[in-house]
């Protein structure tokens, strides 16, 4: 059930009530209405992960390769 | 997909795996809370790329599966009104009740409905004013701003005929449950990342500390629960306790201010019945009062004790992490996703449903990305 999934925002609507904000966001090219309530610092072309109509959070392009990275510097050490 | 396929990557994975071995040097048992992760656990394979000295036990992080009886019960009896349209996720619909599931209900005449979000119920009540719009509101913290927002959207429009059967459930009262229970097995944990997502993990960093168990925040993907067992296994060797957080990439320490606002406006903590565990102190969210005239409970009656009949389910054990869903002995003949006797054989987060489906029978093995879309 807390299973949610990233998209990228494609358009947000013009409201000034925070609770009612919106957003279109494409999910590899399925676009839903989300809710942007919980994440008023999201911007155009940011990936937030949804869950239950509601954007959850938005992500972090940099931490996101942090595992990439810890992966790259063990195989460093191990060599 | 951006965000998804990178952390399905194979080679990746067997990097991460590898480097788990390396730092094992002893037995270790770890718990993943969620019933999403122990799906891809599963699904990927994941356990069966660790060192044997790691043994995985999966937690109750599945609301379907702890929803009590009586509350189901609650949703059949109103499911079946002739003025209510009901709503819920999908997860719900087979659900065994005392005597039924919602989609009996609905075969037989009820308006059933599933939803994707609880938005769309609110719009549901609006384009139908002659209707009472029922929500049947299930899920963690993950979930629970999403309901929120229903109510104080249908509160601001004014929608007098929509309201919500409340089972929401909050996941560290479980944890503190586990780590207390005197036969505890669990050494360290991976915390439920979309949980953390909203709540932030402020509350388990006194958890690790009181248990002396790690707690490591993690994601959902295959490479991230590799990432979340490395980091755990490498705090347990080392002797330390602290939580560390994998899934950067969604969860600041903090969580989310505003999903919080939203969730503290609408809900006030409750004690709650998990199916299977029993009672949980703190461990649900119901409507405050202010909200009361939202609860479905006050506009259609209580729920009535629950009069389940025995079964050879055990559910409650598997729940608990004391079996394993093959040890049942109904499990994938009596028992099945489309016959269920319990309700971790319905959810897409049941660690039964998980083993059927991936047909984790003895002497089968599943590769990863074998299944990979």
Redesign the interface.
């Known amino acids: ?6 998209g ?1 925002i494609l358009s947000i609507t013009d409201e000034d009530d ?3 904000c919106a957003a279109r966001v494409s ?2 090219g399925i676009v ?1 209405e989300i ?1 942007l ?4 610092e999201a911007k155009l072309g940011d ?1 937030v ?1 949804v ?4 954007a ?2 938005r ?3 940099q ?2 390769q ?3 990275t ?2 790259r510097q ?2 460093e050490t ?1 060599r | ?4 396929d ?2 399905r990557d194979k080679d ?1 994975a067997a ?2 795996a590898a ?1 788990i071995a ?1 730092v094992t040097t002893r037995l270790w048992t770890i718990m993943e809370i ?3 992760q122990t799906h891809a656990i599963v699904k990927y394979g994941v356990d069966r790329l660790l060192p044997d000295a790691i043994t995985l036990i999966h937690g109750p ?4 599966c702890v929803t009590p009886v009586e509350l189901i019960d609650k949703a059949l009896e109103i499911a079946a009104l002739p003025e209510v349209i009901f709503c819920s ?1 999908g ?1 719900m619909l087979r659900v065994p009740g005392s005597h039924s599931d919602l989609l009996t209900i609905k075969a037989n005449g009820g308006d059933v409905r599933i939803v ?5 119920a609110v719009k549901l009540a609006q384009h139908h004013p002659e209707k009472q719009v029922v929500f049947f509101a ?3 913290e ?2 629970a ?3 929120a ?1 229903a109510v ?2 249908a509160s ?1 429009l004014n929608i007098t005929n929509f309201s919500m059967l409340v089972a929401h459930v909050c996941v560290p009262p479980a944890m503190e449950m586990i780590l207390s229970a005197p036969h505890n097995q669990v050494q360290g944990f991976l915390a ?1 990342g ?2 953390c ?2 709540m932030g993990y402020t509350e388990y960093e006194l958890l690790a500390q009181r248990y002396r168990t790690p707690i490591i925040v993690t994601g ?1 993907e295959p ?2 629960i590799l ?1 979340g067992i490395y980091l755990c296994v490498k705090q347990l060797e080392a002797g330390r306790a602290t939580v560390e957080n ?1 899934y ?5 320490r903090e969580g ?1 201010r ?2 919080q606002q ?1 969730i503290t406006e609408v809900f006030e903590v409750t004690h709650r019945q998990w199916r299977g565990l029993g009672v949980i102190a703190g461990s649900g969210l119901g409507l405050r009062e202010r909200y009361a005239g939202f609860d479905a409970v006050r506009r259609f009656g209580a729920a009535a004790p629950g009069a389940m009949t025995p079964t050879e389910c055990i559910s409650g054990l598997v729940l608990q992490g004391v079996k394993k869903p093959q040890e049942c002995p109904a499990f994938g003949t009596r028992c099945t996703p489309e016959q269920p006797l319990g309700a971790p054989m319905v ?3 049941g660690a039964c449903a998980a083993y059927y489906r991936y047909r984790r029978l003895p002497n089968s093995r599943t590769a990863l990305q074998e299944t990979n879309p």
């Open positions: 059930m807390c299973l949610a999934v990233p990228k925070a609770l009612l999910f590899g839903k809710s309530a919980g994440v008023p990936y992960i869950h239950a109509g509601f959850l959070a992500l972090d392009e931490e996101a942090r595992v990439f810890t992966l063990m195989d191990s | 997909m951006k965000f998804v990178e952390y990746a990097r991460m480097a390396q969620c019933g999403g992080g599945c609301p379907v996720f997860d994707y979000a609880p938005l769309d299930v899920g963690f993950t979930t701003p999403a309901t927002l104080l959207q601001q439920a979309h949980v997502t909203v959902f490479l991230d990432h994998q950067a990439r969604a969860v600041r989310s505003e999903a939203i959810s897409t987060e």
